[in-house]
């Protein structure tokens, strides 16, 4: 793709393999939704897994190799990849047989929603009562629907060469994500429709304007398709939470779904490099196609976000490192937690859906060792060893939004050394990745206070990466 070529994300195309006509009668209504002067991108989907995990070629013997060059080198030349070391690429994922994860409850979100909201009315938890009495005042719906749709081509400018460009150019970005995401807070707070109706009338807009389909990318400049990354899954997370709430709007619940499973499919067709092909990007992509999948019954979607933790966890060093994130050098620690971020909420997706991706084992490894080692390195960064080195950037363990993963893992799993990590840092809130946390997710005999000396946390945008 050349670099000053804009990208346009309209139709699915077809492709060998699917048969005929597309099967899903969602996908028979798509290409309707085109509209803008951009040219379309002939994009390919995400090929389905086809054969059987076990057949997976792997790298050889990663827990015997060694750091000193050779044996990654090795072991790329014996697959014949042009990857780092370690890494599943994109065609040993198309291997991955998935078939068994299908959507068992499309109106699921990712926390049991009125479970939740039956337990915040009966609750004394300061955290929690205190959390739901800013979230239920709520944002004016008409000020949100006068906010107008990124229906334009969206170009943003790389976060590292210019961060005050980035950030004011991410502006729009942002405030749609507060938007969609202040939005089911306030309707869970609330318990009042009227917040899960404006969500959807909001999202509606945007759907009939096919917002956030047009973004400049370029291998050399793909920071605008690494952005929408997240206002995709903002959008699909906070809808899970309004659409069950919402049954007078059945014309505009079915544009939101044909908008975003077409999203969905045409932004993640796009493959990437050798490192946002798999790394932390991929994540983010599988993030967004987990949960619009389940919304939009889109069994390969979901598929496609469960192949990110079975990738994670093929990657994964006799430490408990994610190889790509390591690559990162001083941020390694800071990409490490952030890949995080994004697999344990695809697990949390997978989880209401029947499938228990905490417990999942791949090649000895399970998230908890991940868990585990990005903790030692906020320790004590000699835990990189020789992965990565030790003056390691730290500046992102004063953002909230970089730890509220945290809650969601804790719901599966009593680990003390986190519950303390967490505890002067509550409340926990990720504008786009999971929302209020926190809220949604702690245990109200976890902690019943805030720690007063806890600086508060601001929702920052952490799209930049």
Known sequence: ???????????????????????????????????????????????????????????????????????????????????????????????????????????????????????LDKTDNDILLNRSAQLARGPSCRQML??????????????????????????????????????????????????????????????????IASFYYSRHDPQAWYSTESLIFAAAFAYSIARPAVDDRPQAIERIDRWLNRLAWTHSSIRGGKGDCCNNHFYRRALYASMIGVLTKDDELFQFGVSAVYSALSDMTPEGAFPLEMARGRRASHYQNYALIYLVNIMQVAYRQGYDLFALERHGHTIDDAVQFVLDTFE??????????????????????YLAWMEIYLRHRDDLRLSEYVRPRRPLDNRSAGGYATFYFMDPGAQRRAIPDAEPDRLAGIERH
């Open 146 to 211: 006068a906010k107008p749709p990124l229906d334009g081509v969206i170009r943003i400018p790389g976060y590292y060469p210019s961060p005050e460009a980035w950030e004011l150019a991410s502006v729009p970005l942002f405030e749609f994500e507060d938007a969609v995401t202040n939005l089911a807070g306030a309707y869970v707070a609330s318990g009042d429709g009227y917040y899960a109706d404006c969500l959807v009338r909001f999202l509606d807009k945007w759907a009939r304007q096919d917002a």
């Open 1 to 119: 793709m050349s670099g000053n070529e804009k990208t346009k994300l309209r139709s699915r195309p077809r492709r060998p393999g699917f048969g005929g006509a597309l099967r899903n009668p969602i996908r028979r209504t798509l290409g309707a939704l085109s509209t803008g002067p951009v040219a379309p991108r002939r994009a390919t989907r995400p090929i389905p897994p086809r054969t059987k995990v076990g057949r997976l070629r792997t790298i050889a013997s990663r827990k015997s190799l060694s750091r000193d060059g050779m044996a990654p080198l090795l072991s790329a030349m014996l697959l014949g990849l042009a990857m780092p070391a370690h890494a599943m690429t994109y065609e040993q994922r198309q291997q991955l047989d998935l078939s068994s994860y299908v959507v068992t409850a499309p109106d699921a979100s990712y926390f049991d929603v009125e479970a939740r909201m039956a337990l």
């Open 380 to 401: 004590d960064p000699a835990a990189l060893g020789d992965l990565a080195t030790h003056a390691q950037y730290r500046g992102f363990l004063d953002d909230a939004q």
